[in-house]
């Protein structure tokens, strides 16, 4: 099965809301271009199911054949509830909106780096994104990295805040990101901060 990054952005919903997010991933999905009948009729099947033990599942199902072309590579939308944390002030749910692209049309096995046509792909994408979900970050990152930044918001572990290889962070964060790990550079922008890890993102000059 081909490995797979992640261009991925999170917002702390409840049953009442979730709708207005969905709403949103659809607006971004649009401007990008990203859309098709098939992602459609995913977005308004979308359901809140509870299990027996509390967890929420979701319907979304736009397999990669449903995906649109941007910039000629191929992303496939994806949207999954998580159950972080379960307590006494009520359980902690996020939504997660995924744009999943396959490896090898972002990176070269061989030099082990992003082609040259990777960054500019990305930030239209992550900038994309970022007009419509402000939350968190909105971070570019490989399997590993997958999910890290939401478990750095629950559990407050900070270290994890990092793992990605390219993010857009808003202002309102930028507390959290003012002091990047030696693996990471930081650029200050007026609303947002943008950050990369510096070994594996050399965008061309």
């Known amino acids: 099965m081909p490995e797979i990054h ?4 999170y917002a702390k919903v409840t049953e009442a809301n979730y709708q207005q997010w969905l709403d949103k991933f659809a607006e971004a999905l649009k401007a990008i271009g990203l859309w098709n009948d098939a992602i459609a009729e995913s977005i308004t099947s979308f359901k809140w199911e509870r299990d027996e033990l509390g967890g ?8 990669p054949d449903y995906a649109c072309r941007v910039m000629d590579t191929q992303v496939s939308p994806y949207v999954f509830i998580s159950l972080l944390t379960e307590g006494q002030q009520g359980d902690d749910y996020w939504l997660a909106f995924n744009l999943y692209i396959e490896t090898d049309e972002l990176y070269n096995p061989f030099t082990g780096e992003f082609y040259q046509e990777t960054y500019a792909l990305i930030k239209q994408l992550t900038q994309a994104m970022h007009q419509s979900f402000t939350e968190t970050g909105v971070y570019f990152t490989n399997e590993l990295q997958d999910m890290e930044a939401l478990e750095a918001f629950s559990d407050n572990e900070l270290t994890k805040l990092w793992e990605f290889d390219y993010a857009i962070i808003p202002n309102h964060l930028a507390v959290l990101y003012s002091k990047p790990p030696a693996t990471h550079t930081i650029k200050k922008h007026p609303t947002h901060i943008e950050a990369w890890f510096t070994e594996r993102w050399k965008e061309p000059v």
């Open 6 to 9: 992640n261009i991925q952005t």
């Open 56 to 63: 929420v599942f979701s319907t979304f199902t736009a397999p």
